[in-house]
């Protein structure tokens, strides 16, 4: 016996960008949207775009654009038109009256991909949330399209079960997941307490870029990794080996993209919490993009928005085996230009992620303060210690006591400082 599959949607795209933008970047802007539709699982069969000096309020399009897009749903047999701008309660619902197909817009779209990729609890908790905040303006044409259409892209999550809801249900829902999210990101702190005396770095980056498959070439561990947007929500932490003596706690963070839904970023608030709580952020960009300026100008709007000191980010032109030669000294010139100081990587070379490890040892060092520090001969454990927790720069005995200049961590020097028998001075004191 088959199992007999759902049939694939079959989606037309529409933008409606303003008369000035460069018909390069509503392309690249559609182009987007195509990956972000087949990611949520459809099938592209049309594009349309209509310039608009600003929207029509019923309809965003205006009414004859609007019957054209009924004409072209009817002629390629399409279920579904999303749209790449935002689109009110009131124009989504004009527009499925007027063209008897399903609507959806950008951000209802990205929620339907984060519904299918969350995997934890906590990122189902943090969709949800963010799905019933874009939901509950909408409950007239959400329940209207549920009922009729009967699944399918953006008809997934608690819509399904909760069609009778009324936005008192939905508040009430909506205060529950605020709660049990506080909860999650109390605990959050916690564990980010647990893990003071580590170094923290969080991978950062645009939808794709290649962070997971960063962190499992850093850590020689399976990451789930996936060539499409969003392919990974769920973060994960590991201990990672640096070499020579150092290792960081890095975790990999949700992907951002242009104009990532503000009720995400809200909902994430917890997750992204790791990126302004890390000694150091690694802004991963594809160097084989040929966006890349805006991807990267996409993350920064998103990090700007958290409060991220800029002094923390290191960038990394990822996936530089993509490029030629020439290709690769030009992004090397241009990087130079924008951004000073930056490395380059590849998870597919031999030592590609070397430079990664290489800066990261320096951020390390220049978070340890250097001392010179005294204690007896006898003392093997604080010897010890300070080869395993530090980087010892010299050695030398005088008489019955040993005298090392070293990098060594804060919280070490603190259990030295109150310890009889141990002198500890910084170098650069008087």
């Given at each position: 016996?088959?199992?007999?599959?759902?049939?694939?949607?079959?989606?037309?795209?529409?933008?409606?960008?303003?008369?000035?933008?460069?018909?390069?970047?509503?392309?690249?802007?559609?182009?987007?949207?195509?990956?972000?539709?087949?990611?949520?699982?459809?099938?592209?069969?049309?594009?349309?775009?209509?310039?608009?000096?600003?929207?029509?309020?019923?309809?965003?399009?205006?009414?004859?654009?609007?019957?054209?897009?009924?004409?072209?749903?009817?002629?390629?047999?399409?279920?579904?038109?999303?749209?790449?701008?935002?689109?009110?309660?009131?124009?989504?619902?004009?527009?499925?009256?007027?063209?008897?197909?399903?609507?959806?817009?950008?951000?209802?779209?990205?929620?339907?991909?984060?519904?299918?990729?969350?995997?934890?609890?906590?990122?189902?908790?943090?969709?949800?949330?963010?799905?019933?905040?874009?939901?509950?303006?909408?409950?007239?044409?959400?329940?209207?399209?549920?009922?009729?259409?009967?699944?399918?892209?953006?008809?997934?999550?608690?819509?399904?079960?909760?069609?009778?809801?009324?936005?008192?249900?939905?508040?009430?829902?909506?205060?529950?997941?605020?709660?049990?999210?506080?909860?999650?990101?109390?605990?959050r702190d916690v564990q980010r307490k647990?893990?003071?005396?580590?170094?923290?770095?969080?991978?950062?980056g645009y939808t794709n870029a290649g962070?997971?498959?960063?962190?499992?070439?850093?850590?020689?561990?399976?990451?789930?990794?996936?060539?499409?947007?969003?392919?990974?929500?769920?973060?994960?932490?590991?201990?990672?080996?640096?070499?020579?003596?150092?290792?960081?706690?890095?975790?990999?963070?949700?992907?951002?993209?242009?104009?990532?839904?503000?009720?995400?970023?809200?909902?994430?608030?917890?997750?992204?919490?790791?990126?302004?709580?890390?000694?150091?952020?690694?802004?991963?960009?594809?160097?084989?993009?040929?966006?890349?300026?805006?991807?990267?100008?996409?993350?920064?709007?998103?990090?700007?928005?958290?409060?991220?000191?800029?002094?923390?980010?290191?960038?990394?032109?990822?996936?530089?085996d993509q490029l030629t030669h020439a290709?690769?000294?030009?992004?090397?010139?241009?990087?130079?230009?924008?951004?000073?100081?930056?490395?380059?990587?590849?998870?597919?070379?031999?030592?590609?992620?070397?430079?990664?490890?290489?800066?990261?040892?320096?951020?390390?060092?220049?978070?340890?303060?250097?001392?010179?520090?005294?204690?007896?001969?006898?003392?093997?454990?604080?010897?010890?210690?300070?080869?395993?927790?530090?980087?010892?720069?010299?050695?030398?005995?005088?008489?019955?006591?040993?005298?090392?200049?070293?990098?060594?961590?804060?919280?070490?020097?603190?259990?030295?400082?109150?310890?009889?028998?141990?002198?500890?001075?910084?170098?650069?004191?008087?």
């Open positions: 016996m088959h199992e007999v599959e759902d049939p694939v949607e079959r989606a037309i795209l529409v933008g409606a960008p303003p008369p000035e933008r460069p018909r390069e970047l509503v392309d690249e802007h559609l182009e987007e949207l195509e990956l972000l539709t087949d990611t949520a699982g459809a099938e592209v069969v049309d594009r349309v775009v209509q310039r608009r000096n600003s929207p029509d309020p019923a309809t965003y399009i205006g009414r004859g654009k609007t019957e054209q897009i009924r004409s072209l749903a009817s002629e390629r047999d399409a279920s579904l038109i999303v749209f790449d701008e935002d689109l009110s309660p009131t124009q989504g619902t004009t527009l499925e009256d007027e063209i008897d197909v399903r609507v959806m817009d950008r951000t209802e779209l990205i929620l339907d991909i984060f519904s299918q990729r969350a995997q934890t609890a906590e990122a189902k908790l943090q969709v949800e949330l963010a799905q019933l905040q874009y939901m509950r303006p909408r409950l007239k044409r959400m329940w209207t399209h549920l009922s009729r259409m009967g699944g399918g892209i953006g008809a997934r999550g608690p819509g399904e079960q909760q069609i009778e809801t009324d936005r008192r249900l939905i508040d009430e829902k909506i205060t529950k997941l605020r709660n049990r999210l506080d909860k999650v990101a109390q605990n647990a893990r003071r005396d580590e170094f923290t770095v969080a991978l950062v962070k997971s498959s960063i962190l499992q070439g850093l850590s020689d561990d399976e990451q789930f990794v996936e060539d499409r947007l969003f392919a990974t929500l769920d973060s994960a932490t590991r201990q990672v080996d640096l070499g020579e003596g150092y290792d960081a706690l890095i975790t990999d963070t949700v992907g951002f993209i242009r104009k990532l839904p503000h009720h995400l970023v809200a909902s994430f608030r917890a997750t992204l919490e790791e990126v302004q709580e890390a000694d150091a952020l690694l802004h991963v960009i594809d160097a084989s993009a040929r966006n890349w300026e805006r991807q990267v100008e996409a993350v920064n709007e998103v990090l700007d928005d958290l409060d991220t000191p800029s002094g923390r980010v290191i960038l990394d032109f990822h996936k530089i290709e690769e000294a030009a992004l090397r010139k241009r990087a130079a230009e924008l951004f000073g100081p930056h490395v380059l990587s590849s998870v597919h070379e031999e030592d590609g992620l070397e430079d990664i490890r290489r800066v990261l040892r320096e951020r390390i060092r220049s978070a340890r303060p250097t001392v010179e520090v005294t204690f007896s001969v006898k003392d093997g454990e604080r010897l010890a210690e300070a080869y395993r927790e530090g980087e010892v720069l010299e050695r030398r005995q005088e008489g019955l006591q040993i005298v090392l200049t070293a990098r060594v961590p804060e919280n070490v020097l603190g259990r030295w400082r109150g310890q009889d028998g141990v002198k500890v001075r910084r170098r650069d004191a008087a």
